[in-house]
């Protein structure tokens, strides 16, 4: 079946510029999640999402950053006033869990490089 | 930041041969998983332990958790070209499902 899946797989934006980081994930998955991977290093937390509510931000770096997810569905991840700081690599994961911790399914992300 | 250190931080070794990583974490931990990421299926979900288990096997892999140590260890046996990649350990806590990943072991097998 489908897996998750990212769009765009690449994003080159002008500093300054704002951006939108679109995610589909496995159907009838309840949990997604959004992490920011650098050059290098593992992938860290930003945020994430049971159906359509928020449950943790506590990752996102800083209030230009901001999430939704408002059908319990797909879900977007944007990047306002972007920064060379941002240019990262933002996965997008999602589980059937629901409260429970289970394996993450990972989309194949979206390269973002801020010039 | 990241919770776990893995080591080594680069691996390479002869196919055929064994390779063990190790992963360390910080806090109290509800289960344990390893990831392995490559260029071309992006990251994917290897194997899970939950704290009250100590040792795990899946095909090839073998998993140890000693939450006394707070440390974990994956061994991949009879390595394969297939299998070089960088490999993550990633833990989460009680009552939160996001997970905290390593620095990663890049694992490099030499046909």
Redesign the interface.
């Known amino acids: 079946g489908a897996g998750v899946s990212q769009s765009p797989r690449y994003k080159v934006a002008k500093r300054g510029q704002d951006v939108a980081l679109r995610c589909d994930p496995i159907s009838g998955h309840v ?1 997604l ?1 959004w ?1 920011q991977q650098a050059l290098g ?5 930003l945020t ?1 999402f049971q159906n359509e509510a928020q449950l ?1 931000k506590s ?1 996102l770096p800083s209030d230009r950053f901001f999430a939704e997810r408002p059908e319990g569905s797909v879900s977007t991840l944007k990047i306002q006033r972007t920064q060379q700081e941002d240019s990262a690599v933002y ?1 997008c ?1 999602s ?1 059937l ?1 629901g ?11 979206t390269r973002l490089t801020v010039t | ?2 919770q ?1 250190e893995e080591d080594p931080q680069a691996l390479s070794i002869q196919e055929g041969e064994n390779a063990t990583m190790n992963c360390s974490y910080k806090t109290s931990i ?2 344990l ?1 390893w ?1 392995r990421q490559n260029s071309g299926r ?4 290897l194997i ?1 332990i939950r704290s009250n288990e100590r040792e795990k096997h899946s095909g090839r892999l073998r998993v140890t958790l000693d939450t006394s140590k707070k440390s974990s260890s994956l061994l991949i046996t009879a390595s394969r070209a297939a299998d070089t990649a960088s490999y ?1 350990c ?1 833990s ?1 806590n009680f009552g ?9 072991t890049r694992l490099t097998i030499i046909p």
């Open positions: 949990s999640f992490y290093q593992g992938p860290e937390f994430y943790d990752g996965l994961a589980s869990s409260g429970r911790a289970y394996e993450q399914y990972f989309g194949p992300g | 930041s990241q776990g509800n289960n998983q990831y992006g990251l994917v979900h899970l993550f990633a989460s939160n499902e996001k997970l905290t990943f390593g620095t990663g």
